[in-house]
């Protein structure tokens, strides 16, 4: 179905709007391996050209899929075994793919295994036996280009989080971190040559991050978690764009699950992305957008469906990924270099494997930044104008009133004021002014309240933010003899003396000399020289070379009149 017509079945009537759960925005679901018998894992990684690939395990043998013109083609690597396989994908500096995984053919021999492609061919390395009870790890390389793996083994009757390193070709260096109450999948990171490991320790209830620089020297510390409130199932860790790692993970709250979110900085205080009933399937994967946006893939537990979480403007928001059939584990995520959210997830219904994408969310900030004709998302923009209200435009804006911007459409949709929305359309300059064109909407949370940012009647409009003319054009221009902060497109207050009126707008003066010109198309217009106070959407329009001062008002209501002579 095409999303403006997916967009319009759900957008039927305000009422019907505002009380719909949150739900997939803008993912697109693909099937990649259909054919039953999969064992359960998988693991996503971005190669070549931008190109996402997949590697899984199903009847016994280890496969690595891409993705292709026409849909996913798989190629088997080896055996694994029915009870191996917890693949983690990588691909090296010169993007060859490689592969850890368990080759498991009985429960008696469980070996960990390396994978790397060579001149076209496979090799196979064996990097040591990890005892018994096989589980998840976790594949990566450090600024020498050499390949890391944090796993977990059985030491006798107890279990060890461990790490390995290649140092030559079939030469592995291993070394245990720290032990742990149970079996647990490691999941990894590295900066360089700083190595990061988070894992759950089952003994203590506690989430842990091990620290190294890759010189055999181990910091291990208490992250959260304790007997009272303990961290349990799968973690997952990423990298900021600033280098620091954060963590996603579940800790048990009375009855109920929380999914949390950690930035692991000088102080750092663990976040509640999501509560979720008890049930199975407590693994999550993590991703930070180059904007610093996290986002969160998880499973609900009460209702089986895959859900991607993600903070904007202080607040998370939550949305379903796939609503057919139940997925169950094994989630992963990638980010690609043109902001896309990719994921493998399994599904324990057919038992197959399958990939959603999404685009990234960007800040209302970064979008106007890009150049004209860049697709975009924007998720958690609130609206601050109204169908109607303003002609072919909505206007939208961060909630903490930081930057908006104008949506401008050809058909506008049944917006209200308020709307928490998620956005996906193409960037564009109308009139000078940044825009998205004819973007697809999707209500994601209640309605909330916006309050005018107080300005005087000099500083509506504001200087150049980013700008350059190109090309190709970026930025926002700022107005004519304009200083400070740029507010284009944000809901804005401020007062003066009319000291002219047309025929669908009127000026007023408060005295900075700016002669700020106020559009009010199909309102009742204020007297000549009465004292007003003026609600609406700081604008500009165009004059020769120059962008002027405009204030879009939005209804009646934004004209308070103060004094009338």
């Known amino acids: 179905m095409n999303k403006k017509a997916l967009v319009f079945l759900t957008i039927v009537t305000i009422a019907f709007l505002t009380a719909l759960p949150s739900y997939a925005a803008f993912w697109d679901v693909e099937q990649v391996y259909s054919g039953g018998f999969a064992n359960g894992d998988c693991s996503i990684a971005i190669g070549p050209e931008n190109i996402p690939s997949i590697s899984y395990t199903a009847a016994g043998d280890l496969y690595l899929a891409s993705k292709d013109l026409g849909g996913w083609s798989s190629t088997r690597v080896t055996a694994a075994g029915f009870a191996g396989g917890y693949s983690s994908l990588a691909f090296t500096p010169d993007g060859q793919p490689c592969i850890a995984y368990i080759e498991c053919p009985d429960y008696f021999g469980i070996l960990l295994r390396f994978a790397y492609k060579q001149y076209g061919n496979w ?35 107890l279990f060890s989080v461990s790490f390995a390193r290649r140092i030559d070709s079939g030469v592995w260096f291993t070394e245990d971190i720290a032990q742990v109450g149970d079996v647990t999948k490691p999941a990894m990171v590295i900066n360089g040559n700083d190595i990061y490991i988070a894992f759950v320790d089952a003994s203590s209830s506690e989430l842990k991050l091990a620290t190294s620089k890759g010189d055999g020297q181990w910091n291990v510390k208490t992250l959260d978690g304790s007997s009272s409130s303990p961290v349990f199932g799968q973690s997952a860790i990423a990298l900021g764009p600033d280098g620091i790692p954060c963590v996603a993970y579940f800790q048990l709250s009375l009855d109920r699950a929380e999914l949390k979110f950690l930035r692991i900085a000088a102080s750092f205080a663990p976040e509640t992305v999501a509560t979720l009933s008890m049930g199975f399937f407590y693994n999550c994967a993590l991703s930070i957008t180059q904007g610093g946006i996290p986002m969160i893939g998880y499973f609900d537990p009460s209702t089986g469906r895959l859900m991607n979480a993600w903070k904007f403007g202080g607040r998370w928001f939550t949305e379903e990924i796939d609503p057919l059939p139940p997925p169950g584990g094994h989630l992963s995520y990638a980010l690609d270099s043109l902001g896309n959210v990719n994921a493998a997830y399994f599904d324990c219904q057919d038992y197959n494997v399958k990939f959603a994408s999404a685009l990234a969310p960007v800040t209302i900030a970064e979008a106007k930044c890009l150049p004209d004709n860049s697709l975009v998302q924007i998720s958690g923009a609130v609206a601050s104008t109204a169908k109607d209200e303003i002609g072919n435009c909505i206007y939208v804006q961060n909630a903490d ?4 911007i104008q949506l401008y459409f050809s058909d506008v949709p049944p917006v209200v004021r308020g709307m928490v929305l998620d956005i996906q359309g193409m960037m564009a300059t109308v009139n000078g002014e940044r825009a998205i064109l004819d973007p697809d909407l999707v209500e994601i949370s209640s309605p909330i309240s916006l309050r005018p940012v107080g300005l005087k009647n000099s500083d509506i409009g504001g200087s150049d933010f980013h700008y350059s003319e190109g090309p190709p054009v970026v930025g ?4 004519l003899g304009g200083t400070g902060l740029n507010n284009i497109g944000l809901l804005v207050r401020t007062w003066g003396h009319v000291e002219s009126v047309g025929t669908d707008w009127f000026v007023i003066n408060d005295g900075s000399n700016a002669h700020l010109k106020c559009y009010a198309p199909n309102l009742t217009l204020p007297g000549l020289n009465s004292l007003v106070m003026v609600t609406g959407i700081s604008s500009c329009e165009e004059s020769g070379s120059n962008l002027l001062r405009l204030l879009k008002v939005r209804s009646q209501n934004d004209i308070a009149i103060l004094f009338q002579p």
């Open 123 to 157: 090799n196979f390395e064996t990097v040591r036996d990890i005892g018994w009870l096989p589980s998840n790890i976790s594949l990566g390389f450090n600024s020498s280009g050499k390949p890391c793996i944090a796993f977990c083994r059985a030491v006798g009757e």
């Open 401 to 404: 009133r930081g930057c908006g």
């Open 476 to 479: 926002q221009k700022g107005v």
